[in-house]
């Protein structure tokens, strides 16, 4: 089967009925790059780029910042890049960075971490805007920021980057063609305000590490929960569906870029519920194109409106029955 995933490197992930999916790889540091061709796959739809900081003794900076973000995307070439801003704090804390002012957190998951902490500390994101900016010179520079909860973070964070290109550009630095700004959608809230969202964004990715775990109200991960809240319940997948269908009626392209989209079950239900990115570790982009090229969304479309309105429970088995059914 390894050999078979192998192969499936050149193999473009599109369905019989010729619905094009992008599979993409979320990375988070130089040795992940190598899996770009390995896999074959669309690009990465997930830097994460607090890994950089994890791994480091002392703040990185700028210029490392800046080297790393350019061999990215030197390696991604033609392909799409999407950088996350930092995602520190919470458990993912910074040995070089003072978090615990208001002392120890009892809920770091919900805590001081990623675009808050990243707002509130903003030295931090003014040098990583300019790091990004002046890597992606002469290309374009997908951005997205973590955790975002309420749109006016989003524009708070939007404002900055934009802030740093204009510096950059008045002292003659040459800019990237253009910068698409977009918000993971992993904080429940903001699907509540996704008209007011929309607009703003250029793309959105959907979390759903953390977004199940909040949905749930499930530490993403206690080995006691695991089993016990399906990525198939009816609540996630009609959670999903809704924000889905709004984003696409209002044009925004959406991704998933959370560990669900890279098992080939849960990958055909978010397919079924109209996506057509996917972010995933790179040990599923073969499981995930094979699954892909067996697939009719056309009927799996239909099924899942179906099943979803009027749900027995988790829809795994009915699903499995689905794709069994239909050779997938
Ligand atoms: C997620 O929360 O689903 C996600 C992709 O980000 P991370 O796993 O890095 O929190
Ligand atoms: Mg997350």
């Not at 993403?220 to 009626?249: G, M």
């Amino acid at each position: 089967r390894r050999a078979a995933f192998a192969q499936l490197r050149n193999e473009i992930p599109i369905t019989r009925d010729g619905h094009r999916v992008q599979v993409m790889v979320n990375a988070g540091l130089r040795d992940d790059l190598a899996a770009l061709d390995l896999t074959g796959a669309d690009g990465i739809g997930l830097f994460r780029t607090e890994f950089q900081f994890l791994v480091s003794a002392t703040l990185p900076q700028r210029e490392a910042q800046r080297r790393l973000y350019k061999d990215v995307l030197d390696a991604a070439g033609d392909r799409a890049v999407t950088f996350r801003t930092v995602d520190i704090g919470g458990d993912k804390a910074l040995p070089y960075l003072n978090h615990d002012e208001e002392g120890e957190e009892e809920n770091p998951a919900m805590g001081w971490r990623a675009l808050r902490l990243a707002l509130d500390r903003n030295g931090l994101m003014k040098a990583q805007a300019r790091a990004l900016i002046e890597a992606g010179a002469g290309r374009t520079l997908n951005v997205m920021f973590p955790m975002v909860s309420e749109p006016w973070e989003f524009d708070q964070a939007r404002a900055l980057f934009e802030t740093q290109r204009a510096w950059l550009a008045a002292r003659g630095r040459k800019m990237p063609s253009e910068i698409r700004y977009g918000a993971m959608l992993e904080v429940p809230a903001l699907a509540e305000v996704l008209d007011i969202l929309l607009p703003r964004v250029d793309f959105l990715s959907i979390g759903t590490n953390d977004l199940t775990q909040f949905l749930f109200a499930a530490d993403r991960a206690h080995p006691k929960l695991a089993l016990r809240y399906d990525w198939l319940s009816p609540s996630i997948l009609r959670f999903l569906k809704r924000v889905i269908d709004q984003a696409s009626a209002a044009g925004v392209p959406v991704a998933v870029c959370g560990e669900m989209g890279g098992r080939p079950l849960e990958a055909m239900a978010l397919i079924g519920l109209g996506i057509d990115r996917l972010s995933i570790t790179p040990a599923a982009v073969g499981p995930i194109k094979a699954m892909v090229r067996s697939l009719d969304r056309a009927p799996l479309v239909e099924a899942m409106a179906g099943l979803l309105a009027n749900p027995h429970g988790p829809l795994r088995d009915a699903l499995t029955e689905w794709a069994v059914r239909h050779s997938v």
